[in-house]
């Protein structure tokens, strides 16, 4: 096992960031989290500052979320990613997701700030902005991929001159659309579904284009994402169940060569993970199937109880043919047909007067 823990700087989004949660992963013991920047872009990254009042930015009532928004907002503004990174890392984590879900606002004066269309729209920094246009990956294609491109080759850069020891990885990101109910069984979520259509080759189009031009270690989830009801940020594309987490993990344990047994201990744990998401999606659908077999055996014994019924009724509509014919064939019928007759020529006669 090292010496020394592993300094660690997140530039991304919550995917890679809740990978360092002891909600998680028991990583305290062997990772030292130096920083996190999320929810900002390479493009506004690599513009000048902006000047602002920082209670401008600031979002009632002041709970923990809050505090966090507007924590990434005065990062955004004030690019103070540098400075972070004068604390020393080994190894700075890397996503792309925000790139491709936000974009940027190109300001009336040409200054390029992150879109945080989460939290930015409800500040009065907001408020006072005038003239600004919105330039998205998924609406504005190419001009939005040509100023990352051009961001992206001052982020490589400034890390390959200024901090040449620090090590990049690029965790690869994994939407989902499958949506885990608290019983485990789960359905399809229409806009999460939307975004993973639309975004996923987004995504991959910005990490194929790192990992062609620049040298980065990736970490990359295989296996099918699923996000849950029972999450405790709520469901979401990029709020996965815990077995990813524990991939990743695993991947970067492997990455900055912890002890074998470590290593073996955290993979055990990614799979314990792993089974026990998919036994108890088996168990559900066994549950389900149980239920639709009962559901049949009881529409088998209303079915025959309905013969039943109809064999009964045929019997009975069978005997009073046969009562019905014998009383016709019978002496006594045939007897009073003439009094029969003449009580209906009687009537007729009545009828008539």
Known sequence: MMADKVRVGIFGSCATREVFTTFYNDYKNHFNLIFTHERESFISLFDKPMDFNPDELRLLPDTKKNQFRYKNMVNDLSKSFFKDMEKGIDYLIIDV?????????????????????WDLPKTNFYDKLNNFRICELNKDSEEYFELWVLACKKFFNYLKKSYPNVKIILN????AKNVFREDYSFYIDKDFEWMVENYSPLISRLEDYIEKNYDVISIEYCGEAFTSETNRWSPYVVHLTEDYYKYVYFELCKIVHLDKNYLNSVYLEYILAKLNIYENMVQKEKDMLLEKD????????????????????DIEIDELKKFKESVLDSSSWKITKPLRNSKKIFRKFEDKN
């Open 172 to 175: 690869k990101i994994k939407l």
């Open 294 to 313: 009962e559901e049949i055996s009881n529409l088998k014994f209303s079915i025959n109880e309905k013969d039943q019924i109809i064999k009964s009724n």
């Open 97 to 117: 997701y925000f790139e491709v879900l936000y974009g940027v606002l190109i300001l009336e004066d040409g200054t390029i700030i992150t879109n945080n269309k």
